[in-house]
């Protein structure tokens, strides 16, 4: 393990050791340490804590609150939903997806897909073309992932700020910036881009830049409904150096916006940068005159800015009794939209591995599963986002496009 902490270089084969020679203890006395609260993370908690692990989430923020707008979720994200308990309640939250158009920038022609002029509300969408299947905003899918948690009993700690972990003679041990430590018999990494988890195991190391900023807003969906009849309720526009995604949430009755554009320069980071409607115009200024009066009504103060950083793959994830999840182990920029999918299927497979065993070739077994599908499907995201906006997009030979694989989207 890759770590300026005493002891860290045994760390491995130490807990090696000690989970080899625990292969036959029982999942009631195994605890699982999760760090991050996220939506992978609470996954992974509430699919281990049915079935009878002991688990701990760890979270650096003191409140957990709205953060975030809309994401897509996958057919394979539902499946995983659903086998935790939680698709009912998501499907309340959400809006449904019939078809996705895909739009040219400057005509508003559609390019491919269908209009899909649904309310968002259809539980069942007949003749379905597009595999994303359910859009929801992150702070519902959040509230009703944290809520099945704290229902079935796992731990939920505000306030934790992991530092390192070190190893002890019957587990590991998570230390915190408070001075507390929680020991357990795995630990997993699910905090995000800048993971220290994974910092300790495979060394800090850079983000790269892409040279690409995205916008978010949301906004009620009837102060903008006369502008949506080119795509309908789900669209994205195509444009050399630019997309721009809207999508309605909470049974249609918001409309979620992201634009994502090259951009020369970047100050900054996080999610909550304020951006303003004069500097996202400007970078639309000449496309569909929908999109473009769409972008001046967004409300005043709505708008956020971020970055995309971005990370080649890993070729291995795990160290001794210590392993990743989520954007810790393949952070995925958004042109695929399965950043979350991905998360969620991993929390349902480490669950299933470490059920089947709980040590070391439970850990194994999940990485060897999910390593493949989430590099595939981080490197096919990098190259969506080239390819869409690389030129103008009636030159595009749509079936070379990722977005097109429905393998992506469907069930591992």
Not at 141 to 151: D, F, G, P, T, W
Request: aromatic share 6%; with cysteine.
């Amino acid at each position: 393990m890759t770590t300026s902490r005493p002891h860290a270089s045994s760390l491995a084969d130490v807990i090696e050791v000690h989970l080899s020679s625990n292969g036959e203890q029982s999942v009631n006395d195994f605890r699982v340490l999760v760090v991050g609260a996220g939506l992978g993370g609470l996954v992974a908690a509430l699919a281990l804590r049915r079935e009878g692990f002991q688990v701990d989430v760890y979270e650096q923020t003191a409140v957990l609150g709205e953060v975030g707008a809309g994401l897509s979720l996958s057919l394979g994200a539902q499946d995983a939903l659903s086998e935790v308990g939680v698709l009912d309640a998501v499907r309340s939250k959400a809006s449904v997806t019939r078809h996705l158009a895909r739009l040219h920038y400057k005509t508003g022609q559609l390019l491919s897909g269908a209009v899909d002029d649904s309310d968002g509300t259809s539980a069942d969408p007949p003749g379905a073309t597009v595999p994303t299947g359910l859009q929801i905003h992150r702070a519902d899918l959040h509230e009703i992932l944290l809520s099945a948690v704290r229902a079935c009993g796992a731990g939920i700690h505000l306030n934790r700020r992991y530092v390192h972990c070190s190893e002890r003679e019957a587990g590991v041990a998570a230390h915190f910036s408070d001075g507390s430590q929680a020991v357990g018999d795995v630990l997993i990494g699910a905090d995000g881009l800048r993971s220290e988890v994974r910092a300790q195991l495979w060394g800090r190391e850079e983000l790269r830049w892409t040279g690409q900023v995205a916008f978010r807003s949301v906004l009620p969906t009837r102060l903008v409904a006369p502008l949506l009849g080119a795509g309908g309720r789900a669209a994205v526009y195509y444009g050399p150096g630019r997309t721009f995604n809207r999508y309605t949430l909470r049974r249609g009755a918001i409309l979620n916006c992201v634009g994502i554009a090259r951009t020369d320069s970047w100050e900054g980071e996080g999610w909550t940068t304020p951006a303003s409607r004069d500097e996202l115009s400007a970078l639309y200024e000449g496309w569909h005159g929908d999109l473009c009066e769409l972008i001046d009504r967004l409300p005043d103060g709505s708008l956020m800015k971020w970055a995309l950083f971005d990370r080649e793959p890993l070729s291995r994830w795990r160290q001794g009794a210590v392993t990743l999840l989520g954007d810790a182990a393949h952070p995925m920029l958004p042109f695929l939209g399965l950043g979350a999918a991905m998360a969620i299927e991993d929390g349902l497979a480490l669950a299933r591995a470490l059920t089947r065993d709980p040590g070391p070739v439970g850990l194994d077994a999940y990485e060897e599963l999910r390593r493949p599908r989430t590099t595939e499907v981080m490197l096919a995201s990098r190259l969506e986002g080239q390819l869409v906006q690389g030129r103008d997009p009636s030159e595009l030979t749509l079936g070379e496009i990722p977005s097109f694989n429905r393998r992506f989207y469907e069930s591992a």
